[in-house]
């Protein structure tokens, strides 16, 4: 088997341990050809951190580039042109993989019509509730060996795309960003780049890029064999907001609308907002949110702000398409 050359990108910010150990598991993998390429958005690290990076850097272990903003698209596009590899592969800051991981990756790329591959996520506190529950008697572990077709249909299929207990591979609408791979001609050739517009923890930017990647004619192909534990810390990583922040509840909105009014049809698109409205507002399932009223009203005033700002983003990117990070890179 012909191994292609694989770029390994990792976005980080405000990470320490984590990112230690994520680098670690990349440096031990059982791959013939690969590189490391640490996009860093922190300020400053602590000096046990900042002398690892820069030893590793030095022996040319890792390319470690230090940016002075923080944006994960922005991020993962500034790696991509500095990657060398045919098949970009991207992961975050905090997980933990084990030395077949890249292998299990590049074998899909054998088929010419995949263009992606979604790796398999474990979540480690979903892992521990698991367990948790196995020991107190409460149900079983699940196990979905095919999605329903719902998942394969962008109005509703965020709410039944489950890359955590799939043990099947098949073909997907998407993939999580902490465990996905591209081949390197979706960028260069079909000139399709992260939307630097999607803000904050930047959630659907992924989602957003794999919709305009399947226009090309690409599968996005799942592998559970791919798999990887994402430990899933509350704060630094790939952005610079806490996810318990109105900022954050802000953005969620914003980037789940800004992919729905990008990409989608207008029934599609009224679909996923009025999901949108049932699980993440009124807190029906899959979410299980609370459902007092003063926080019911609280998220509906996030969604309905999201929406509009959704929509003043899309105004704006009248005269201008939002790809700030790129264009200072290019200015640099």
């Avoid at 509730?129 to 109005?155: H, S, V």
């Avoid at 004619?217 to 559970?224: E, L, M």
Wanted: net charge neutral; proline share 5%.
């Amino acid at each position: 088997m012909n191994l292609p050359k694989i770029s390994i990108v990792i976005p980080t910010y405000g990470r320490e341990e984590p990112l230690i150990k994520s680098i670690e598991d990349a440096l031990h993998q059982d791959y013939p050809d690969y590189e490391i390429l640490i996009v860093d958005q922190t300020p400053q690290h602590q000096p046990e951190t900042e002398s690892y990076l820069t030893n590793l850097a030095n022996l040319g272990k890792i390319k470690w580039f230090r940016i002075n903003w923080a944006s994960l698209p922005g991020a993962r596009n500034y790696a991509v042109r500095r990657a060398d590899g045919e098949i970009i592969l991207f992961i975050d800051d905090d997980v933990e993989m084990q030395p077949g991981f890249l292998k299990a990756h590049a074998k899909n790329f054998e088929n010419p019509e995949i263009g992606a591959v979604a790796g398999r996520v474990f979540d480690k506190m979903k892992m521990a509730d698991a367990a948790q529950g196995r020991t107190q008697g409460e149900g079983n572990y699940q196990i979905i060996e095919y999605l329903p077709p719902q998942a394969m249909d962008p109005g509703i299929a965020w709410y039944y795309i489950d890359l955590v207990h799939t043990v099947k591979p098949q073909q997907v609408l998407t993939a999580r960003g902490c465990n996905m791979s591209f081949r390197r001609d979706i960028f260069i050739k079909h000139d399709i780049w992260f939307d630097e517009r999607f803000r904050g923890s930047a959630v659907r930017e992924e989602s957003d890029f794999c919709l305009r990647l399947r226009k090309t004619g690409y599968k996005i192909w799942y592998d559970p064999e791919a798999c990887l534990v994402h430990l899933g810390e509350e704060t630094g990583g790939c952005h610079d907001i806490s996810t318990r922040s109105t900022k954050y509840q802000l953005t969620f909105y914003h980037n789940h609308f800004l992919m729905g009014l990008k990409n989608l049809t207008a029934n599609q698109a009224l679909r996923l907002f009025a999901r949108l409205f049932d699980c993440h507002v009124l807190g029906r399932p899959p979410c299980h949110k609370s459902a007092s009223p003063i926080k019911v009203v609280t998220r509906g005033i996030f969604y309905i702000l999201g929406f509009f700002k959704a929509v003043f983003t899309l105004i704006k990117s009248i005269w201008s398409n939002g790809q700030v990070y790129t264009k200072l890179d290019n200015q640099a």
